[in-house]
């Protein structure tokens, strides 16, 4: 796994300030960009966290597959801007994962970029 690093500013957008055009998705996917996990610059409250049935708190990383279970709709970050997260490409999501931000591929399930602790 790899280290975590400092997070960056999100690509496209200034941070906290909502993006033009949220719906305009990057169409592909550039790993080098997205493959990273960053410890979070800033937390966020936004209520409880209803995980399912056995969660037991696990520390992902680009490259994981995530169990479908855990990146449904109920756990999609949609306004993922709120909280300076990246707009996700085409075919990626932001899920909560207990106090992290997991950016996955809904079809595979692949963890593409981690931000460690957004949530508290």
């Not at 550039?30 to 520390?59: E, K, L, M, S």
């Not at 949609?78 to 994962?97: A, K, Q, S």
């Amino acid at each position: 796994m790899a280290a975590p690093e400092m997070e960056r500013a999100p690509m496209a957008y200034p941070r906290f300030e909502r993006p033009q055009g949220t719906q305009t998705r990057p169409s592909q996917l550039d790993r080098p960009y997205y493959n990273h996990n960053f410890n979070a610059d800033r937390t966020y409250h936004i209520g409880p966290y209803h995980p399912p049935r056995g969660f037991q708190y696990r520390r992902w990383a680009y490259g994981d597959i995530l169990p479908g279970i855990f990146w449904g709709q109920d756990y999609w970050l949609t306004d993922y801007w709120l909280f300076g997260l990246d707009v996700p490409p085409v075919g990626y999501e932001w899920v909560r994962y207990g106090p992290d931000a997991l950016l996955v591929n809904i079809t595979t399930g692949e963890v593409i970029q981690v931000v460690y602790g957004r949530f508290f």
